[in-house]
């Protein structure tokens, strides 16, 4: 029987098929969290996954599904890869970025450049350290069009476009990377900045007497992640029937706590600051940048 609870959280629950809790209220998101209850998607093997998930993350920039292979944030902390994973991006992060970065992307945002250049300059400015090479115009077009919404993933020509784009994207970074670097972390974040950035970029345009905490709390970039239930449980009350292991999926809507609660940590995780986005401050210190060297710009023309 399809049982759908029409208060937050929201659950769909079909028994034996799907059940997926999605989560807005940010002091809910941080009890779920932090009880112990939950983990990453990929604390389980890829193939004991709930079916939809497995369909819709292999189309987009969250999982390879030809070599098996997930986004370092989907790995549970218990993967014995991942504090080496995280060690490797915190390194590449902190060679930082240059004044003639911001001053590049000031130009072009001032002369108004179409989405597809402005997110070509700023996959080159982010990504580049990983490849030590320029990165190709046809690879920043196509990473656009990975799947990012269960939405989108319903719709049968945004999917096929979702699975095409992230086939290329990783089979080029799986030959261009070094060897021994994981290419969803590399991949994963060439399309978040053509998906997410460039929008970001925009915003901070229209925003220049406002701080970039305020702006990306009030415009959040990501806004959703999902957890899985490794344990029964329905958190003191909070669900009407209990979870099921490896079958629950929440998906914390940690755009819309960022909104309700003008709290950075979510933008950037799920309410802590525990395993926050390692291009957090590449990010903030970026932006504060580019905003004042928009404002001299500004105060000059």
């Not at 095409?164 to 399309?191: F, R, T």
Request: hydrophobic share 40%; proline share 5%.
């Amino acid at each position: 029987m399809l049982d759908i609870i029409s208060f937050n959280p929201f659950r769909v629950k079909i028994p034996f098929l799907l059940d997926i809790i999605i989560v807005s209220d940010s002091e809910q998101i941080k009890k779920i969290e932090t009880s112990g209850d939950v983990d990453r998607l990929h604390t389980y093997d890829t193939a004991s996954l709930p079916w939809w998930a497995k369909i819709y993350f292999r189309a987009t920039k969250f999982h390879d599904q030809e070599r098996d292979l997930w986004f370092c944030p989907f790995e549970s902390i218990s993967n014995p890869t991942y504090q080496q994973r995280r060690a490797y991006l915190e390194e590449k992060v902190a060679t930082s970025y240059s004044e003639a970065d911001v001053k590049r992307i000031a130009e072009l945002l001032n002369k108004d450049t179409e989405d597809e250049v402005l997110a070509y300059e700023m996959v080159q400015i982010v990504n580049q350290r990983f490849f030590d090479q320029e990165i190709p115009l046809p690879i920043t077009k196509t990473a656009k069009n990975t799947v990012q919404s269960l939405g989108e993933a319903i719709l049968p020509w945004k999917y096929i476009a979702g699975r095409k784009a992230q086939n290329q994207l990783m089979n080029y970074c799986a030959k261009n990377l070094p060897n021994d670097v994981h290419i969803l972390d590399v991949g994963h974040n060439i399309g978040e900045v053509v998906q997410a950035t460039t929008g970001g970029l925009r915003t901070l345009k229209n925003n220049l007497d406002k701080s970039v905490e305020e702006i990306f709390t009030s415009n959040p970039l990501t806004p959703q992640a999902p957890r899985i239930a490794v344990k029964e449980s329905n958190f003191d009350g909070l669900l009407s029937s209990p979870t099921i292991p490896g079958k629950t999926v929440f998906m914390f809507q940690i755009g819309k706590a960022a909104i309700e609660t003008q709290d950075i940590n979510f933008t950037f995780s799920t309410g802590t600051s525990e395993r926050v986005c390692v291009f957090k401050d590449f990010f903030l210190e970026f932006m504060k940048d580019l905003q004042q060297e928009l404002r001299q710009t500004k105060s000059q023309s």
